[in-house]
């Protein structure tokens, strides 16, 4: 059976979101360097939106690329990283650009990875949160939206790998 797509966040909902996120994070970063790492792929249709917002001078972007899901719909905490940042972070002022936080456990894992090379600060910025379904305790700085316990695709996020083209997020309807 085929599936759809029920639009949740519109695509002007998204814009908005975005503008203010850019400008509350060029406040936090003001007259600081900072390092964007985009989660691939997903993260990347945010990252874009995202950086055009973002007033600083030192904006510098990176990209990573880690396996999380363990089964279809449960991601198992065992991350691995399939494409690792380009260069350095030590003494990097570093802000992971993902686009859902949901068990938490990629994130957890991923800090951890991260902490051990020394950036002088990490913190976390997700277009999505599904806070229903955490499982590790994780601290995200910057949130687009919040969503209930729903499978999503559109803005990067992908049904099957497909549907991330999309410029706003709906419920994926199996
Ligand atoms: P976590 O480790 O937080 O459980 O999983 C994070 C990853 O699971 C995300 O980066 C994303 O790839 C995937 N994921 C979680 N929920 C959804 C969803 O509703 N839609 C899509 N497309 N991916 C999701």
Known sequence: MSRRIEPLITEEQIKARVKEL????????RG???LLI???KGSIPFLCSLMWEIDNEKLAMDFMDVSSYGSETESSGDVKILKDIDASIKGKNVLIVEDIVDTGRTMNKLLDMLKTREPA?????TLL????RR????KVDYIGFEIENKFVAGFGLDDDQYMRQLKYVGEVIF
Request: net charge negative.
């Open 38 to 40: 985009g989660i691939l």
């Open 32 to 34: 600081k360097d900072l």
């Open 22 to 29: 850019g400008k509350q994070i060029s406040d936090d970063y």
């Open 121 to 125: 600060s990490l913190k976390i910025c």
């Open 135 to 138: 499982v590790c305790d994780v």
């Open 129 to 132: 949160d599904k806070p229903s």
